[in-house]
């Protein structure tokens, strides 16, 4: 019989790559855990973490472990949880993984009443614009654009199809004029994003103009990966390629005026998706059944 204590140690320190924060969490020292490890490893005669002073990863081993080991304790947690149907009033909590846009248009608007109505629920979104493996990260669920999910995933549309737009200021525009095609974009100031930090790569803007899709690398003046980027059109700073759904009231209201809408680029809908297992909550379905858009 293993000692699942240990496993679920053996768990949280290849999430966290941590000594100090796995303790945090699991409520013991780091050196009760480190101690713990050092038994696992003996009885399995393995080594499953390479340690240094400053870091600590998972060998191969420990990685096959962890791969075969992490779906099976969170269908166990998602069985425990599902206990809370006996109870009167939904809690539990859910943990899903969003890039901003679904985080900030999407998710935090449709799940603001369900955190006023259950005082119980937990709702835990961690923002992230990178592709997440969420069963090994420890999420419920993940949104991200278009239904291609693995075959172990069920994918749920949770918002209209994308449709994206250039957006400037009436008095960006007053000064500088608007664009009267794509290639006049590189005459002005542009307010980009930049995904990743390592790479240092700008997202490219994607537009239709009669069935062609045409593709471009705008040289931005000012770049940046979140709703700021909005606050910078505001502010008269040039021309940004976004989501219409984050600048419906904007454009309503003629805050904001959106350029070229002739070459405007259509996406799929943004997708809630979850590992197809038996046993969801009460709490995971409703946060299911808030965030679902029916087909039209």
Do not use: C
């Not at 472990?65 to 949880?81: G, M």
């Not at 603001?112 to 259950?118: A, E, G, S, T, V």
């Not at 669920?141 to 400037?168: D, F």
């Not at 969801?280 to 858009?293: E, G, M, P, T, Y």
Request: glycine content about 4%.
């Amino acid at each position: 019989m293993q000692n699942f204590n240990e496993l679920n140690y053996f768990l949280t320190l290849a999430q966290t790559q941590s000594f100090v924060k796995a303790g945090q969490l699991l409520g013991i020292s780091s050196s009760a855990l480190s101690h713990s490890m050092k038994n696992l490893e003996t009885r399995l005669n393995l080594r499953l973490f390479n340690r240094t002073t400053r870091n600590v990863s998972l060998t191969e081993a420990g990685q096959q472990l962890f791969d075969q080991l992490s779906p099976l304790y969170q269908s166990i947690n998602h069985e425990v949880d599902a206990l809370n149907d006996f109870l009167n009033t939904p809690s539990g909590l859910i943990r899903i993984n969003a890039p901003t846009l679904a985080a900030e248009a999407v998710l935090y608007p449709k799940l603001k009443p369900i955190l006023n109505q259950y005082p119980k629920i937990r709702l835990e979104i961690v923002v992230d614009d990178r592709w997440a493996d969420i069963v090994k990260e420890g999420f419920d669920m993940g949104v991200r654009l278009g239904n291609k999910v693995a075959k172990e995933m069920i994918a749920v549309p949770i918002s209209a199809p994308l449709k994206m737009v250039l957006v400037a200021s009436p008095d960006y525009l007053a000064q500088h004029g608007s664009p009267k095609n794509i290639d006049d974009l590189q005459q002005h100031r542009l307010i980009g994003t930049k995904l990743s930090a390592e790479h240092g790569t700008e997202m490219q803007w994607e537009f239709k103009y009669k069935k062609e899709l045409i593709t471009f690398t705008p040289k931005s003046q000012f770049s940046i990966n979140n709703h700021l980027r909005l606050q910078a059109v505001s502010d008269d700073l040039g021309i940004a390629w976004v989501a219409h759904m984050s600048v419906a009231d904007a454009l309503n209201s003629g805050h904001l005026v959106e350029l070229l809408p002739e070459y405007a680029m259509t996406y799929e809908p943004l997708y809630l998706y979850y590992p197809s297992r038996r046993g969801h909550s009460n709490v995971f379905k409703l946060i299911v059944d808030a965030l679902r858009v029916e087909a039209t």
